[in-house]
């Protein structure tokens, strides 16, 4: 597939996975996480047409700055949402000799999905709980699609680095910290983990689409007490 939808770029993203990179953020999610930074990338119709030539032409205007570790990111949105059309870009990425990684949450997955997957050279995965009851009523999505995921990324040996947002009264204890250092012994080629603080600010973004922010007057995660979890990490 040489079209996609896209919702916006983001270029010397230095967030993203490692080194300098282009990040482009794919339309469409089938999940609707409480804490969402995005929402206006949930509908699959929203965002603008792109096609291949375009995603090769801004990657490269990077490329004199990713050096060995740079490259470009697809986020979201849930970019396995669309994983014919992100196979296709990231071959044609590595063709330019760019590498790329994928950014997903977990919460969708099928054959498509498995092809860029194998197709990547690193998967950042957004845990949203490791209970999977929480899970849904975080993400209105079960956890098979990120079990799907975890298997083949093991069984494909790709490197992966996990980040899990904290947010306060749901998962800021050592209790939590513990139960995500157990779920994280089921992936083979850990990279890096980065605990990441919950944070409000995209709450006007609701009020703009007139969708309910869930969390609407939880105050941000202290750096403090993150920085102590995070030391927890094994």
Same mark, same amino acid.
């Not at 093991?154 to 904290?166: E, F, H, M, T």
């Not at 309910?212 to 102590?228: D, F, I, R, V």
């Given at each position: 597939?040489?079209?996609? &939808?896209?919702?916006?770029?983001?270029?010397?993203?230095?967030?993203?996975?490692?080194?300098?990179?282009?990040?482009?953020?794919?339309?469409?999610?089938?999940? &609707?996480?409480?804490?969402?930074? $995005?929402?206006?990338?949930?509908?699959?119709?929203?965002?603008?047409?792109?096609?291949?030539?375009?995603?090769?032409?801004?990657?490269? &205007?990077?490329?004199?700055?990713?050096?060995?570790?740079?490259?470009?990111? @697809?986020?979201?949105?849930?970019?396995?949402?669309?994983?014919?059309?992100?196979?296709?870009?990231?071959?044609? *990425?590595?063709?330019?000799?760019?590498?790329?990684?994928?950014?997903?949450?977990?919460?969708?997955?099928?054959?498509?999905?498995?092809?860029?997957?194998?197709?990547?050279?690193?998967?950042? /995965?957004?845990?949203?709980?490791?209970?999977?009851?929480?899970?849904?009523?975080?993400?209105?999505?079960?956890?098979?699609? /990120? @079990? &799907?995921?975890?298997?083949?990324?093991?069984? /494909?040996?790709?490197?992966?680095?996990?980040?899990?947002?904290?947010?306060?009264? *749901? $998962?800021?204890?050592?209790?939590?910290?513990?139960?995500?250092?157990?779920?994280?012994?089921?992936?083979?080629?850990?990279?890096?983990?980065?605990?990441?603080?919950?944070? $409000?600010?995209?709450?006007?973004?609701?009020?703009?689409?007139?969708?309910?922010?869930?969390?609407?007057?939880?105050?941000?995660?202290? $750096?403090?007490?993150?920085?102590?979890?995070?030391?927890?990490?094994?």
């Amino acid at each position: 597939m040489n079209k996609g &939808r896209l919702h916006s770029i983001e270029t010397f993203g230095a967030v993203d996975g490692p080194g300098i990179r282009t990040v482009f953020f794919l339309q469409g999610c089938p999940a &609707r996480c409480a804490y969402c930074h $995005n929402p206006d990338t949930w509908d699959p119709c929203g965002g603008r047409e792109v096609d291949l030539d375009e995603i090769v032409s801004r990657a490269k &205007r990077g490329k004199p700055y990713y050096g060995e570790d740079g490259g470009v990111t @697809f986020s979201g949105g849930e970019p396995l949402l669309q994983g014919k059309f992100l196979f296709e870009a990231i071959k044609s *990425l590595h063709a330019e000799g760019i590498g790329s990684a994928i950014d997903t949450s977990g919460t969708y997955f099928d054959e498509d999905s498995e092809s860029a997957i194998a197709e990547a050279d690193l998967v950042l /995965l957004d845990i949203k709980h490791t209970d999977g009851t929480v899970f849904k009523e975080l993400t209105g999505r079960g956890q098979e699609s /990120l @079990f &799907r995921l975890i298997e083949v990324v093991n069984r /494909l040996g790709k490197p992966i680095w996990i980040r899990q947002v904290i947010v306060p009264g *749901l $998962n800021d204890t050592q209790a939590y910290i513990a139960a995500l250092n157990d779920f994280l012994t089921d992936i083979e080629i850990i990279r890096k983990v980065e605990l990441l603080g919950y944070h $409000n600010m995209a709450e006007s973004k609701y009020e703009k689409l007139g969708i309910e922010y869930k969390l609407k007057g939880l105050a941000p995660m202290s $750096n403090e007490k993150l920085q102590a979890l995070s030391e927890l990490i094994i």
